[in-house]
């Protein structure tokens, strides 16, 4: 489950985010030419051969550093590199082999992963330069040539991290289990959750955020199903982080995000909604994950009449964007609610993959046409022919139409709600895309 990951590493100013930046399409990391400039990781997904995969572009590494700041974009690599499935190692010709590049090279052979040396700056077309292949003492898995900035190689990379991909397993059904991540900013009660519904001690509890900083998996089976609980370091904004070792952390929390089935998005009733929680929640959102918010520390709370329902608009009213997502009220110190909500991620899991048959969803949509028309533009309507789900989790819908720029985000909410009223599908976003339908298509 889940998309394969690549991490870019390699010394500042080897070309990583350039590359990056090519592979994905658009300028998303900053280029420059001082070393050091990309500080933190950007995380992105892109497709090679009708693959997804996700990229994770780091700063540079300096083995041997005591600047605060290297040593904190050494921790991001790091853990960029325990996250990956496959690693792309960057180096540079014309600076030739470094000490640091061999020291790095270690650090890759003990993580055990498959490794692609790609060597930067080879500027012209052809066989590899002669001084690329001093780069084949590193010992690694493979020595390839390319130029970033010229776009040259590229092709060549991209198959052989495609070719060192994790296969996809058949038999993936051998492993029931839901897979849940507990997300949220630090200190909002993760890993007592993670304790709560583990009954085990697994992971420290302190008032000091930010205590977790790795990913914890836990395996539960119980009267409501199996699940695997991933408890993750906690997502701080970055302009308020202190310790190095967390501002990276977040790398394995969105990791954890994309091979989740549900995200459990905790809230600290005590503090209340704060942007961060928001973009915590986007996250989740963004990837199409099943979503549900887990007000903690709800026993806490001073109360009085209304108190539930004055907090329910707050979050209905801070996370328009995720009125599918049920809210539950809990208390992970002494385990209120959290059996209810064991039973909601059953639930949610559920209407994540439930797919609609053909005709069901058209006899729908038909009818929500009738009720409210489609729009238009000068006088041109949008003509939907017919539709079908076309995945799960999310549950994703193509419409085939006359024209699809005849269309509106407001319509396709329209289209969402009915279907919410119709068949549920709680707990799960649901995603459109259209296509023109040629008067030849069958």
């Not at 600047?67 to 991001?76: A, S, T």
């Not at 008032?207 to 906690?234: C, H, L, P, Q, W």
């Not at 302009?239 to 549900?262: C, P, Q, W």
């Not at 209304?306 to 907090?311: F, H, N, Q, R, V």
Request: aromatic fraction near 8%.
């Amino acid at each position: 489950m889940g998309k394969p990951v690549v991490a870019i590493v390699g010394r500042p100013n080897v070309g990583k985010s350039s590359l990056f930046n090519t592979l994905y399409g658009e300028r998303i990391s900053i280029v420059h030419d001082t070393p050091g400039v990309t500080r933190d990781r950007i995380y992105a997904t892109t497709t090679w051969r009708e693959k997804e995969f996700v990229m994770i572009d780091t700063g540079g590494i300096e083995p041997n550093n005591d600047d605060v700041i290297l040593q904190g974009m050494r921790i991001q690599a790091e853990i960029a590199i325990e996250t990956a499935d496959v690693i792309l190692f960057m180096v540079d010709v014309k600076q030739g082999l470094t000490a640091a590049d061999e020291e790095i090279a270690v650090m890759l052979r003990k993580a055990g992963r498959p490794v692609v040396v790609a060597v930067n700056k080879c500027d012209h077309v052809g066989e590899m330069p002669a001084e690329a292949y001093e780069f084949y003492n590193l010992g690694l898995d493979v020595v390839l040539p390319i130029s970033a900035s010229h776009r040259l190689g590229l092709g060549e990379v991209l198959d052989a991290i495609f070719e060192r991909f994790p296969e996809d397993k058949e038999g993936e059904g051998e492993d029931e289990s839901i897979k849940v991540a507990l997300i949220g900013r630090p200190n909002a009660g993760k890993s007592s959750l993670t304790n709560r519904m583990t009954g085990d001690n697994r992971s420290i509890v302190s008032d000091i955020a930010g205590t977790t900083r790795d990913s914890i998996d836990s395996y539960v089976e119980n009267e409501f199903g199996k699940f695997t609980i991933v408890d993750t370091a906690g997502m701080r904004k970055k302009g308020r982080i202190e310790d190095v070792i967390e501002k990276y952390s977040m790398v394995r929390a969105l990791a954890a995000i994309e091979h989740a089935s549900v995200c459990v998005i905790l809230i600290d009733a005590s503090v209340g909604v704060t942007e961060q929680d928001t973009r915590v929640a986007g996250l989740a959102h963004d990837s199409g994950k099943a979503c549900i918010f887990a007000i903690n520390k709800w026993d806490i709370v001073d109360k009085e009449t209304g108190t539930l329902e004055a907090m329910t608009k707050i979050m209905r009213d801070r996370f328009a964007f995720m009125d599918y997502a049920p809210i539950i009220f809990l208390s992970a110190k002494t385990g209120q609610r959290v059996d209810k909500l064991f039973k909601k991620i059953v639930e949610v899991h559920e209407q994540a993959g439930r797919r609609l048959s053909t005709g069901v969803f058209n006899d729908m949509l038909n009818e929500a046409v009738a009720m409210v028309p489609t729009p238009q533009d000068k006088g041109k309507h949008l003509k939907i022919y017919y539709g079908t789900q076309v995945a799960t989790n999310p549950p994703t819908f193509a419409l085939f139409v006359n024209d699809k720029e005849l269309s509106h985000f407001s319509y396709e909410r329209y289209l969402e709600n009915q279907i919410r009223k119709n068949f549920g599908f709680e707990g799960t976003p649901i995603k459109f895309f259209l296509r023109n339908k040629n008067k030849n298509d069958d």
